[in-house]
């Protein structure tokens, strides 16, 4: 919109008022002065002839009436704000209808006058034409120089009025030369505006320069040959020098010029003015540049004010941004000393705290997140003064943070919410700015809330959280920092009021922040874990279960772990039968529907116990089996039932089912070599066949002490143990006594001559305690075979021929029998050598008889019997003597009663075969023995084998076995099965059993660690 002058003037209407007398005032509703005159004047006139002289003169009256009510009319409508301004418009027409008549019939009248009156008032009625042919009439014809300026200078304005600047400009410069033309200066002031529409800012500023420099043209208008300037016309000019400068690329002089120019009042202002509009011209430079010279000059504080304010934006704008900041600072100071500034309505301090605020603002969008330190500095300088604003505060809130200030930045948002708050509250009746000032409110809490927790200063965060929830009408935020509070306390290790908390936010009504309830109630139950408190966690996990059921299970698994927490704390409390009947009452709640096989295994494991502590075996075992059946199950879960089902085997004597279990288990607790031995024994007590366990044994073993005993166990128990002594002679080669005593219990069980003489001749295995056995079963096999044939032997005397070979034939067997005799004091065994010596002397006794007994053959004379009796007496001496010799030494053996004792004992220390073995070794030599020895003997060992033959009964076996099983831990019942178990001769389940009284009766059947132990 081309820019208009205030300074227009009122327009002429050029009428001539009969003088009238003066009237009073008019009553409402009483017509005006001219409508009274005029209806007069219309009466007059219509009683006068035309040709009256007069009527000229009361038309020209009339016609000035017209125009005096229209523009009466006119001013009125414009002072109620009309939009289409339309009244006067009838009377105008009545006034130009009678100026044109009176103009056609009149030649004496002014017609310039009038004819300049009606080109004004064709003007108004919008008749520019008829207004334009009346000007150029007046100009064409009229002599007098001011008739003609005003017509010029009315044709100027028609067309500056249409935008026609370009015509109007010479209309202008007709009336300007024109010394007493009174409208040379407004003349002079459009054609400026002319070329300034135009675009000529040059002839503009020229015009404009040439009437502040001419006092003629610096008045609107004047009486004709005064010249007065018109200060108010000066400021105006001045003013819009100002403007056209800033439309222009200026020096400092043209700025100085404009100061000189301006009237003294308005000379701070002008300049000031052209600043703004070089700045809003986007001229910064120059802009700059100007302000300096303004504030060089003796300016008001608010002058100053406005120009440091304006530099220090123009300087960041032109990245000075150092001078700009000093500036902004050095106009906060001066904010204060400005008086007017302190004052709530004043216009220009308002558009100056805009402008301080927004150069904060625009600078914080430059800087973005990688903020100068110098920002917040002016953000604290500014809220110093001007404390109450709360989008400030805000934004120096959020500089802070970005600066990582984080305890600043909380004070400032602290500070921002309390007032956005009170600017809520003043816009009670603005729902508009309410809600703004509010979501404001918002923003600031939740930002004070992130600042604090940035801090990890928990004082802070905790007047945070207060603050948001004295504040916020935000619902969800504040259950989340409801949370947050709750969180904090939990984590500053209040439990007991954390848990609490927790636990209301996770049960607050609604379907509003489920993740967080869910958060919450997890948490209460872990802040209970803290506290120990499994009876309230049973009871609040029961209660969460049922608000979300999405998370049933876990929380149904929390109860379960609380039942068996409070279980297992009953049980460990005391061993008060009560406390215990509690804790199996309280494992009896569980529920294990939906439990995941981890929970089952974990509630079945304490089960079992607890069952264990009560003694309740059943139970101990049903729980391990459960455990056994679950599908997912750990290593380590599965170690310890197959354990508890193997320790429970054990108590009842189940070897069977202990033996299967334990097939099941690593048993990490022992070596490989120890768990095949385990289950072997577990194997031999179940009566089931132990040797696939000991062959595997011998795979893996690196013990040779144990290796050859275990070789020797395989082929003693094997169908084809003589096959299987070649297959692990090697192994039994490492211990000589455990190969004799594998040979021994070989052949014990099988007789095999070709063993032992294997044995006997061996020296090294001979001289071990089995192999001695076996080197005394050597000759005592051939003293039983060779006895009976020596005894049994007869001489016969049925001829000479027959007594000769017989006699022969004895003396031979007699001399083997010596040899054996000989071997036997060789190998110093007491029964060998009692034996054989026995054996000797009585036979070379029987000899020595049967020789002297032998009948005298036919035909000899006396001297020959004589001859032959001494003849056969010497051959039967040697016998005699060997007879006492023999018979002495036997005699000696017998008479060793210390040993003679031991024979018993040695056979009853054995079992089995070898027992049987011993026995048949006693009784060859017993055959032999003195009568009372061999009684003895016999006495004892038939005894023994009395008792071999009928054993213990077999009810008592069973009824001593089930004594214990019913009360497993009772010694006294262990230590009487294990003593009938001697009885029966049941070295595996005594061996067993002598293990477990060694452990103590109370954990003797308790496997060991890694067995699946307590």
Not at 1003 to 1014: H, L, V
């Amino acid at each position: 919109m081309k820019r208009m002058s205030s300074l227009t003037g009122k327009l002429k209407v050029g009428m001539v008022v009969v003088a009238l007398a003066s009237t009073l005032p008019l009553l409402a509703g009483e017509p005006s002065t001219e409508s009274v005159l005029i209806t007069k004047m219309q009466n007059v006139l219509a009683r006068l002839p035309k040709d009256d002289p007069s009527r000229r003169d009361i038309m020209l009256r009339l016609a000035d009436l017209y125009a005096e009510r229209a523009r009466l009319d006119s001013m009125a409508e414009l002072e109620k704000g009309c939009t289409q301004c339309e009244a006067g418009t009838p009377d105008r027409r009545q006034a130009i209808a009678l100026y044109e008549q009176i103009l056609q019939v009149n030649s004496d009248v002014d017609k310039g006058v009038i004819t300049t009156q009606l080109g004004h008032l064709y003007e108004l009625v919008g008749e520019k034409k008829k207004a334009i042919e009346a000007y150029t009439v007046i100009i064409k014809s009229s002599q007098d120089p001011l008739a003609i300026a005003e017509a010029e200078l009315s044709m100027g304005e028609i067309y500056f009025r249409q935008g026609d600047f370009r015509n109007a400009i010479p209309h202008y410069e007709k009336v300007i030369p024109i010394d007493k033309a009174t409208g040379a200066g407004l003349a002079a002031y459009r054609r400026a505006w002319c070329f300034f529409n135009l675009g000529d800012d040059q002839k503009s500023s020229a015009a404009m320069i040439e009437i502040l420099k001419s006092p003629r043209l610096l008045t609107r208008g004047m009486a004709p040959g005064v010249v007065k300037p018109d200060e108010e016309f000066q400021a105006e000019v001045s003013r819009d020098l100002a403007t056209f400068f800033g439309r222009q690329t200026i020096t400092l002089a043209q700025a100085q010029l404009l100061f000189e120019l301006s009237p003294k009042s308005a000379a701070r202002s002008n300049t000031a003015y052209l600043a703004k509009e070089l700045e809003r011209m986007g001229k910064i430079s120059p802009a700059i540049e100007v302000w300096r010279f303004v504030l060089s000059q003796d300016t008001s504080p608010k002058e100053r004010l406005t120009g440091l304010t304006l530099m220090a934006q123009m300087e960041m704008n032109s990245q000075l941004a150092e001078q700009g900041i000093k500036d902004y600072h050095q106009a906060l100071q001066t904010w204060t000393a400005t008086p007017d500034c302190q004052k709530p309505d004043d216009a220009v301090c308002a558009e100056i705290k805009s402008r301080l605020k927004n150069f904060l603002v625009n600078w914080n969008k430059v800087e973005k997140e990688k903020s100068n330190p110098a920002l917040l500095a002016t953000y604290q300088a500014y809220l110093k003064i001007f404390t109450n604003d709360p989008d400030m505060h805000l934004f120096a809130g959020l500089v802070a943070k970005g600066q990582k200030q984080f305890v600043e930045a909380e004070t400032l948002f602290a500070r921002a919410s309390q007032l956005f708050a009170s600017a809520e509250a003043a816009a009670a009746q603005d729902a508009k700015a309410r809600k703004e000032a509010h979501d404001k409110m918002e923003v600031s809490l939740l930002s004070q809330i992130e600042a604090a927790e940035q801090s990890k200063d928990k004082s802070l965060m905790r007047k945070a959280y207060a603050q948001f929830l004295a504040m916020s009408k935000d619902e969800v935020h504040k259950f989340q920092v409801q949370y947050q509070l709750a969180y904090m306390i939990y984590e500053s290790g209040e439990y007991p009021q954390a848990a609490e908390a927790l636990r209301a936010l996770a049960l607050v009504p609604g379907l509003q922040n489920q993740k967080i309830k869910r958060q919450a109630a997890d948490l209460a139950l872990d802040t209970l874990v803290l506290l120990k408190d499994d009876a309230r966690i049973e009871q609040w996990a029961a209660e969460f279960s049922s608000v979300f059921k999405d998370g049933a299970q876990e929380f149904a698994k929390a109860t379960r772990a609380a039942q068996l927490n409070q279980a297992v704390s009953l049980a460990q409390s005391s061993g008060d039968q009560a406390q215990l009947d509690a804790a199996w009452a309280k494992m009896a709640k569980v529920n294990l529907e939906g439990a995941s096989d981890a929970d089952k295994a974990r509630t079945y494991r304490n089960r079992a116990l607890l069952a264990e502590k009560m003694n309740k075996w059943d139970e101990v075992e049903s729980s391990a089996k459960a455990i056994l059946a679950l599908k997912d199950l750990t290593d380590e879960d599965r170690e310890f039932a197959a354990g508890k089902v193997v320790w429970v085997s054990e108590l009842k004597l189940d070897f069977g089912q202990a033996l299967s279990f334990s097939e099941k288990m690593k048993m990490a607790g022992l070596s490989p070599t120890d768990r095949q031995l385990r289950l072997a024994m577990f194997a031999d007590l179940a009566e089931k066949d132990s040797r696939p366990y000991l062959q595997q044994y011998l795979k893996v073993s690196q013990d040779p002490s144990r290796d050859s005993a275990i070789a020797s166990r395989l082929v003693t128990t094997s169908p084809e143990p003589e096959k299987d002594l070649g297959r692990f002679e090697k192994v039994l080669a490492r211990d000589a006594e455990v190969l004799a005593r594998t040979y021994l219990e070989v052949v014990a069980a099988k007789p095999s001559d070709k063993l032992i003489a294997k044995v006997a001749k061996d020296g090294k295995l001979a001289e071990t305690p089995s192999g001695k056995v076996l080197k005394r079963q050597y000759i005592l096999g051939r003293v039983s075979k060779s006895m009976a044939e020596l005894q049994g032997h007869q001489i016969d005397v049925k001829s000479q021929a027959a007594m000769g070979k017989t006699l022969k034939a004895r003396i031979k067997m007699l001399g083997d029998w010596e040899k054996l005799t000989a071997e036997a004091l060789e190998a110093k065994d007491w029964l060998a050598q009692a034996a054989t010596l026995q054996v000797l002397a009585v036979e070379s006794k029987r000899l020595y008889d049967n020789i002297l007994a032998l009948p005298m053959p036919a035909g000899l004379s006396d001297d020959e019997q004589r001859q032959y009796l001494e003849l056969l007496g010497q051959q039967a001496a040697p016998h005699q003597e060997r007879a006492q010799e023999a018979g002495a030494k036997a005699q000696e053996f017998w008479s060793n009663g210390a040993v003679a004792q031991q024979v018993p004992a040695m056979v009853k220390a054995e079992s089995g075969a070898v027992r049987a073995l011993l026995r048949s070794q006693v009784e060859i030599v017993a055959a032999v023995a003195p009568d009372t020895l061999r009684a003895q003997w016999q006495s004892e060992i038939g005894s023994l084998q009395a008792q071999n033959e009928s054993g213990v009964a077999n009810s008592a076996v069973v009824k001593a076995r089930n004594d214990l099983r019913a009360d497993p831990m009772n010694s006294e019942k262990l230590k009487l099965l294990l003593e009938v178990e001697k009885q029966s001769g049941n070295a595996v389940m005594v061996t067993y059993l002598e293990g477990r009284l060694a452990k103590g009766a109370s954990s003797s059947a308790a496997p060991s660690a890694g067995q699946g132990g307590k």
